[in-house]
């Protein structure tokens, strides 16, 4: 093998942004400094106390007393098959509820467990009609409802008391994705009956991507001890996972020491603004943002009942060219926003205001600079964006 000259190499710097997209995030600097904090042993007294805080600090922000609630070491993608490989076998009846890519997906889980999936659909960029769901759960003998609570691909943000109340009538689990919902808007477990719930840490949290926080409750604790076969991944098995983040830390895998000292930051930060307020703000950023891309006579995808305030999803105007657009946005500007997926693939862009890029600044800042590429485009630009979003800030700062 030819030896490599490491001179070669640069520092890595990939300059500044303004992360706009459906995530990643912008990560504070007291997050990114927890995180280069010493390493120590994953069984070190010091890192069981970091663990049990990191803990206390999730079950505020799921809003839960849930015994397991626990970083599970991997991406939201991983909380995902962690809640699925572990309450659901081989012959199980599995409600999806599906009006996005993050839908698909869940379905796709359920197929290769070898459960029986029923799935019910609704129009990308529409909620679930609750109606739906009861009529497919009254049909079947179901042991788990699942549902995206904040749909990523299409910026729907789905209630969940009706459906978390149907699952209950039919005896089954109501299994939750909040990976684009959790500490921008509320989710409140223990009071909506939620079984089982996972997230991501790269999203509203603003922490880097790596970690997916997961909560258990009773009902699904019990129907994992009751499986008739073992969790088909070993390393995800709750069964096993619980032993060391409980009392018995009884070693399963080495932790990610350094991310999870980010994500207890991440948390302490979300503690330290309070949790309505940080609502408040994702919502105040939201509605500027609605207003000036209105104004400037751009469409949002989604009804307004029905929007998620953390990630935006905004029709391309006739004229403009997708992927120009954001490169423009990023060489020119270093703000990131997202295309659409699957079937809004060049229909709709997508812009999260999520964590720490739900400013008022990073609204302004997007908003001139979509403007500029726009124009430059020759897109016809109704009205003053800016004006329109700062009209709500100005109103905000009044009340």
Request: charged share 20%.
């Given at each position: ?53 990191t803990q206390t600090l999730l079950r505020q922000m ?338």
């Amino acid at each position: 093998m030819t030896s490599i000259d490491a001179t070669q190499w640069r520092d890595l710097d990939p300059g500044a942004r303004m992360l706009m997209g459906p995530g990643p995030s912008d990560v504070p600097a007291r997050v990114l400094q927890a995180m280069s904090s010493p390493t120590v042993g994953h069984l070190d007294p010091y890192f069981l106390s970091v663990m049990e805080e990191t803990q206390t600090l999730l079950r505020q922000m799921f809003q839960t007393e849930n015994r397991l609630t626990i970083p599970v070491s991997g991406t939201g993608s991983a909380g995902m098959e962690a809640c699925f490989v572990n309450l659901v076998e081989p012959g199980d009846t599995v409600l999806v509820a599906v009006n996005g890519v993050f839908g698909t997906r869940m379905c796709d889980i359920v197929n290769r467990l070898g459960a029986h999936l029923v799935r019910v659909d609704a129009p990308w960029g529409r909620a679930i009609d609750a109606a739906d769901v009861e009529q497919a759960a009254r049909s079947h003998d179901v042991k788990l409802v699942a549902v995206v609570h904040a749909e990523t691909s299409t910026g729907v943000l789905q209630p969940l008391d009706e459906l978390a109340a149907i699952a209950r009538d039919a005896g089954a689990l109501f299994l939750v994705d909040t990976v684009t919902s959790l500490g921008g808007v509320e989710v409140a477990v223990d009071r909506w009956g939620v079984d089982a719930v996972y997230s991501g840490t790269q999203k509203c949290l603003s922490c880097p991507p790596g970690l997916a926080p997961v909560s258990l409750g009773d009902r699904a604790l019990a129907a994992l001890d009751a499986r008739r076969s073992p969790v088909v991944s070993w390393y995800l098995d709750m069964s096993m996972v619980r032993e060391y983040w409980g009392a018995e830390r009884k070693y399963h895998h080495t932790a990610p020491v350094n991310m999870i000292y980010a994500l207890r930051e991440a948390l302490r930060l979300v503690a330290e603004e309070g949790l309505r307020a940080r609502f408040a703000r994702h919502l105040l950023n939201h509605r500027a943002l609605v207003a000036g891309v209105e104004a400037m006579g751009l469409a949002m995808l989604v009804p307004e009942s029905e929007r998620l305030v953390t990630l935006n999803t905004i029709r391309i105007p006739e004229g403009a060219a997708d992927v120009a657009t954001r490169r423009a946005l990023l060489s020119r500007y270093g703000i990131e926003i997202g295309g659409g997926l699957g079937s809004l693939a060049g229909a709709v862009w997508r812009v999260g205001i999520m964590g720490a890029s739900s400013t008022e600044r990073h609204v302004l800042t997007f908003l001139a600079a979509l403007e500029t590429v726009l124009r430059e485009q020759g897109v016809a630009i109704a009205g003053n964006g800016l004006e329109a979003a700062d009209a709500v800030y100005a109103a905000a700062r009044v009340d």
